[in-house]
């Protein structure tokens, strides 16, 4: 067997160095670490040995290497009885700049022993991971004034300016998860009026639909989306999808059970490239409700779905340069469940155009 790169043997002593050296008066074994991590998926005690081994290291996935950079960020991981590892929106602004430091740092040791492209890259990050040095701007609706609670008005000593956003679920869970897939990159998020002209014309991700969010409406408008989202008179708490089906125009609606509670919605994801700057792209996480829009962003952000999601994607889009689903999105106990889309029924509507050849 021929001897490991030097960058490999490189991470496995630092992933070494972190276990038994970051918290010198705490004995962290590696059956300790591999409890802590299985919470989010399950790891033995083995595999964290060979990721450590000083003669031939296996190289770890790049997404649990951004489970070590959180779980090393905070001294909060060992504070309790056992090991926990705390999600990455619970750590405190000096305890993300640690977290961040140290998945720039565990990312280039195993991108040098790895000798990924960046094409290789963008396939293991997935629709999330861009290759470039340009900035993501998520831009989501504005809840209206007489919608928003008191915590939402500036004037109250506890405002908290995520308070009058509309999609906040569904914001909070992207951006995480694009700062976690680009940790070099700027990733930023505007309500519509933010904005600033420059940021759309980067990577632009826009979240919720056009109701409230005159964004939404102008880019997919110049985009010539094949979707539309229009209002009905027999919804009111929301506008349905419209698309063009064999020739005909079809109409996509939600769901509600015998007593008045929304059973399912409509979500829809779509990529394209921006029509301000097609060396970038635009991407629209989409739904009649709120529950929608959350469905579509955790197709691909979802630990359990979204590599089977992100195969599906490949398998019929890769060859093109734009493409749009909408999906059933299933809510049960009002919480929306992740559309997997190689079940049956889920994928209600799909289009692809711009073929390469």
Known sequence: MPPAPPAARQLAQRL??????????????????????SVEEKLAAATVASWESRNSPKL??????????????TQRSIGGADPMLLPLDKLTPEEKDEYEKLETELLRFRDAASGETSEEKVAFGGSWHFADASRVTVVCA??????????????????????????ADALIELHGHIRAENPLM???????????????????????GVAWNNITERLSELAELPVRQVAHPELISGEIFVAEVEGEECEFWPKWTGNGQLAE??????RVPNPLNSS??????????????????????????????????????????SFAMLMSVQVIKNKP????????????????EGVVA
Not at 265 to 270: E, F, K, R, Y
Not at 337 to 352: E, H, I, K, R
Request: with cysteine; aromatic share 10%; proline share 7%.
């Open 16 to 37: 070494r160095q972190l276990r038994m050296q970051h918290w010198p008066n705490y004995r962290l074994t590696q059956e300790k670490l591999a409890k802590a991590f």
């Open 142 to 167: 504005q809840l209206p004034g007489d919608q928003i609670g008191a915590f939402g008005k500036p004037a109250n000593p506890n405002y908290t300016a995520l308070h009058a956003f509309a999609d």
């Open 337 to 352: 469940m992740t559309p997997d889309f190689n079940s049956p029924g889920v994928v209600l509507y799909q289009w692809a």
């Open 186 to 208: 700027t990733v930023n998020y505007r309500i519509p009026d933010e904005v600033e002209p420059d940021e759309l014309t980067g990577h632009v991700v826009l979240l919720g």
């Open 280 to 321: 970038r792209t635009l991407t629209v996480c989409n739904g009649i409700h709120s529950r929608g829009v959350y469905g579509a962003v955790r197709t691909l952000t979802d630990l359990q779905l979204r590599d089977a999601n992100e195969r599906y994607i490949a398998a019929r889009f890769k060859n093109s340069k």
């Open 60 to 73: 770890p996935p790049r997404h649990r290497l951004l489970t070590y950079a959180r779980f090393f960020a």
């Open 265 to 270: 919605d409509v979500g829809m994801l779509a």
